[in-house]
């Protein structure tokens, strides 16, 4: 039997506005429970929702970034279910007419992941378990969301973890969300079934998955568990599963006969939403590039693809490193600079994220234009770069002006004449045609100058003075 | 003839009298007659001696408006900070909202003085009142026979005169009906013209808060003083400034009578009532119109299965988990809220969530919430059609006069036709209003109603001014009432 996975994903990503979806609550992470909270997204009874129009717009840029279709008129839906954390015991959501369509996202290899739709919605408080009591904490009701529904054009998990990653950076690049998968900013819904000699079969969805690693082993594990029951000529049930992260297994939270019947119905509190074009156009015209935009301009200044790579997978970084070229700075040197000394400073992704540096990145472009100039070297730059990230302070605390005047022709060769003079082994061995033995005098150099000689000129200098 | 929050207002300007005085006048009265009526099911007589203070300090100090220092009573679904809020259900027992109501705010705003919370159908189901979970209000023209519904208890106590005025809200005739058996002016206007924050939501696309009073012009200042858009509430309409005006040109105007809501079930003496009321605008000049809506016959299936489908959705937030009652015995979360829910609601409660329930499951959704959703629209443009030949419509507002409490209906379809003329206009989300227009037998009040096209508030009003004026009818009080 030939079997192929099929994938599709269902993702909540949380929008990084400053109030509620229909209220003017805070949508802070991590404040005090029950602090963001008001009669509206309690549900107090007579409160009404007021759509924010803000959400409205992020949307739509997720949507434009994503290549979707914006529906000018859209409303939207009640998603009637009752549970501790939802006070209304109905989700606002969008049912039959979303605010976006038809849209993809396109990997490296040049597949395009389609997107179904995505709508907004409001996020649920949250069940806090403690002492054997159930508590709930509503500031996380009434935060926005929107859930982004893929195709099901997955075929592996390793696309799967791109499709993931690329779905997190667009978001960050337009700025609608953190997309923090471990504080729940972005969750995943994974369908998963298996096809067999192109027949579909039939799916189970594991629910609220956090981690993108987490998800590669939950398909792999899952696609196994199917492939097995299939094998043995079982049939695989539609059923709603868990990934338990400890044991690395899925296990069945419901299946298709508990299936929930959610009523939905227009809302009657909200009004039906019109988007004119020249809304559309507007956030268009004010989108921030995307992340392949990006790296085709990092490439087009003559940065290597790895470099570009790493400095587009995140969005702080490229914001630093865009700064720098505004104040003139090479993309080279600030490439290599920041990709090697400052990552190496940042070990963790949330780290890099987050790329909080104790200098601003004009600062930064000093450093970068005085190795751009031939005015220190590059192993100066990257020595005076780990300094300024433990001590943080101006370039100008690190190298004075003085220092930059450089070494002069006549100081460089009576330098050079000095080395050779210190080092008669090496000196002979380079007449003796072993021509790496130059390199032993650089450290000689370099000592002397506190590296701010220019090694290439030396090299120069020196075959000269060994040649004679 | 001026109305009485003008008279009262003039008495307080003059100093012949204090709100204070004032409400205390009418807090004997409610002492003494409430027990008789049970037309409050909570009175806030503390609050609302430190309000008419506050009231007569704008007064003195020259600051008064239209309702500054007027006693006035709200129904029991109309939120009012840190004071009981139940809408008569056992599930909100206890419960003290945190917030106020925009009509409230806009109220307080102005110096009113409130006495307390009125009665009515449990969340507003009904249309008499008796799905209380404090029991019947009862009908100060004969005690034996229900209110009306569902704001019942505010449409007794305008009437024996235990409030000046009296909010209670409308979904698909709980303003109007109530006033008609009453024998009092009751105001729905066009839906959206006032804000719904804080009112208790029965069936959000039809609820709409209105004035009860003994006068047109009583109830056009109350409704100047709560109208207009509100940002709490995206449905809410903006309105015209300065006050509604009351005289129009009656002879400039075509009357129509639709004559799907003199059919048969409507009271013979109803029928004569309104015909007499008719003539009364015919002599001031009005051209009469007959005219057809034929879609009124699908009104009621209509009004159930939105009014019902929107219920099962707003109510189910009542899980004894953050507010109001809560069962005693359970075993886990699941269980608590069935229990809670099982207790707390009343059966016309329930009947609605499960109908409601009902009409949206998947399967069923097509046949009724969709169906009913299209008949909505043509309903709509039945009344535009008519708009479009008339100014206003005159028709009953109940097919009978008040009936005796206690009296079971056949089935709780045959309960539900008593909403049959009422609820056309709150399906199509038009202004209506009810006025007395005669007296039946038994020395009950007959109701008319008049129904205008959409944001013709003012038209409403308007011809109830003209029409009270010229028919004079009084409202009746029975012996057990008069002090």
Known sequence: MNYRLVSGFETHVELATASKIFCGCSTKFGAKPNTHCCPVCTGQPGSLPVLNKKVVEYAIRAGLATHCTINAVTHLDRKNYSYPDLPKAYQISQYDRPLCEHGYIELDSGKRIGITRIHIEEDAGKLVHERGFTYIDYNRGGVPLIEIVSEPDISSPEEAREYVEKLQLIMRYIGVSDCKMQEGSMRCDVNVSLSQDGVMGTRTEIKNMNSVTFIERAIIYEAARQREILEGGGRVEQATLRFDEATGETYVMRTKEDAQDYRYFPEPDLLTVVIPQEKIDEIAAHMSELPVQKRARYLSLGISAQNANLLCRYRAVCDFFDACLKADAGARHAANLIVGTIYAALPTEEDKEAFALPFAAEEFAKLVKYVDGGKINFTLAQITLSEMLKKGGAVSDYIKEEDLAGISAGELESLCIQAVAANPAAAADYRAGKHKAIGSFFGYIKRATGGRADIKAAEQVLKRLLSD | MSGKIARFSAMLARGE?????????????????NPVLNAYVCTTFEEALIQADYADGLIKSGMAMPLTGIPMALKDNICTEGLPTTCCSKMLQGYRPCYSATVWERLKAQGAVLLGKTNMDEF????????????????????????????????????????????????????????????VVGFKPTYGAVSRYGLIAYASSLDQIGPLASSAEDAAIVYDAIRGSDVRDQTSLPSAGGPTPLECDISSLTVGVPQEFLGEGVAEEVKQAIGAAVCAFERAGAKVKKVTLPAFEVALPVYYIISCAEASSNLGRYDGIRYGFRAEQFGDIRDMVIKTRSAGFGNEVKRRIMLGTYVLSSGYFDAYYKKACLLRGRIRQEFARVFG???????????????????????????????????????????????????????????????????????????????????????????????
Not at chain 2, 151 to 172: E, F, M, N, R
């Open chain 2, 17 to 33: 009298v204090t709100s204070r005085q004032l409400t205390e006048r009418y807090i004997a009265r409610i002492q003494k007659l």
């Open chain 2, 124 to 183: 507003a189901m009904g249309s008499a009142s008796e799905t209380s979970f404090f029991g019947a209000p009862k009908n100060p023209a004969d005690i034996s026979r229900v209110t009306g519904g569902s704001s019942g208890g505010s449409a007794a106590a305008v009437a024996a005169d235990l409030a000046v005025y009296a909010l209670g809200s409308d979904t698909g005739g709980s303003v109007r009906q109530p006033a008609s058996f009453c024998g």
């Open chain 2, 389 to 483: 030949e008339c100014d206003i419509l005159l028709t009953p507002t109940s097919p009978t006069t008040a009936f005796r409490l206690g009296q079971k209906p056949a089935s709780s379809t045959a309960a539900y036709l008593a909403d049959i003329c009422t609820v056309p206009a709150s399906i199509a989300g038009l202004p209506a209003v009810s006025v007395p227009c005669g007296i039946g037998e038994g020395g009950l009040p007959i109701g008319l109603q008049m129904i205008a096209d959409r944001s013709r508030d003012d038209l409403v009003l308007a011809c109830a001014h003209f029409f009270e004026g010229v028919a004079e009818v009084k409202t009746p009080l029975c012996r057990e009432v008069q002090l």
